[in-house]
Nanobody, 126 residues
């Protein structure tokens, strides 16, 4: 059974930092696309950061230079380091993986990410 469990969310002031963690079990996520998505109230899911099996990463323009995605392949964890937080970063954050090979992780779309965590809330205040 595939399971993804996020942690590390919370409340932070603008300019601060948070680190999200995602514990993964039941799947060797290192072989597939892994990503962090977020959903703000009243909006759809937004892909924030992506990592592929060779370790290459890509980011949404809104977080580029501030967020860093990384993966611990030994312990099967996915991380999102968020620095210089802005109020517009307020959202529920989800980790997800495709569970199969996808040629473009960023262009895959949420439908191709088959496994999701339950989410962790991030709230940034001014």
């Amino acid at each position: 059974q595939v399971q993804l469990v996020e942690s590390g969310g919370g409340s932070e002031q603008a300019g601060g930092s948070l680190r999200l963690s995602c514990a993964i079990s039941g799947i060797m996520v290192r072989n597939y696309c892994a990503a962090w998505f977020r959903q703000a109230p009243g909006k759809g899911h937004e892909g924030v950061a992506f990592i592929v099996s060779d370790g290459s990463t890509s980011y949404a323009d809104s977080v580029k230079g501030r967020f860093t995605i990384s993966q611990d392949n030994v312990k099967d964890f996915l991380y999102l380091q968020m620095n210089d937080l802005k109020t517009e970063d307020t959202a529920m954050y989800y980790c997800a993986t495709t569970g199969s090979y996808i040629s473009s992780c960023r262009a895959a779309g949420t439908n191709n990410y088959l496994y999701w965590g339950q989410g962790t809330q991030v709230t940034v205040s001014s």
